[in-house]
């Protein structure tokens, strides 16, 4: 599962560069930066919670 994480976000670097380097006016670079800043964040939230679930700090324990 890791190694398929890497290439999707080596994939999608690359795009944005592309994509960044292809922007000549201020506004549109200032829009695609963030963009891309957004969807940064979005998945290290969903990557920070999928991972909190998988090894929680706290374990759940019967009662009794």
């Known amino acids: 599962m890791s190694s398929s994480v890497i290439v999707v976000g080596l994939i999608l670097g690359l795009i944005s560069w592309f994509a960044y ?14 963009l891309i800043l957004s969807l940064v964040v979005c998945y290290l939230i969903w990557a920070i919670t999928y991972l909190a679930q998988l090894h929680p700090l706290l374990v759940p324990q019967k009662a009794g």
Do not use: A, Y
């Open 21 to 34: 380097k292809q922007t000549l006016d201020e506004s549109q670079r200032i829009g695609r930066v963030v």
